[in-house]
């Protein structure tokens, strides 16, 4: 599986973006897809994940109302639609897929991926 993320940038505290994420590849063999994210110096942090389907959504307490998840099946994509946006959204933001069973938060149960886009909050 080969994803691609784009969509990052420069914004302002309380703006908004969205990032998109394209799959291609074995996307059959999937729980799911989602994303997280790293700011320098800290752990990967879960954002958001979908069910294959879309019709499970999860997200990181940080984020919850702010950030939305969905899904197109018929391009094997993602988007995460981000608003009031704040500084501490500063990161390198990665999509992944699901590729085991299990608690959607947890990063070792995504088994490919993207090479992260980086979102830049000022204040």
């Known amino acids: 599986v080969q994803l691609q993320a784009s969509g990052g940038g420069l914004v302002q505290a309380g703006g908004s973006l969205r990032l998109s994420c394209a799959a291609s590849?074995?996307?059959?063999?999937?729980?799911?897809m989602g994303w997280f994210r790293q700011a320098p110096g800290k752990e990967r942090e879960f954002v958001a994940a979908?069910?294959?389907?879309?019709?499970?959504?999860y997200y990181g307490d940080s984020v919850k109302g702010r950030f939305t998840i969905s899904r197109d099946n018929a391009d094997h994509a993602e988007f995460l639609q981000m608003n009031s946006l704040k500084p501490e959204d500063t990161a390198v933001y990665y999509c992944?897929?699901?590729?085991?069973?299990?608690?959607?938060?947890?990063?070792?149960?995504?088994?490919?991926w993207g090479q992260g886009t980086l979102v830049t909050v000022s204040s």
């Open positions: 590849g074995r996307t059959f063999a999937t729980y799911g």
């Open positions: 992944t897929v699901k590729v085991y069973s299990g608690s959607y938060y947890n990063p070792r149960l995504y088994g490919y």
């Open positions: 979908a069910s294959w389907s879309g019709g499970n959504t």
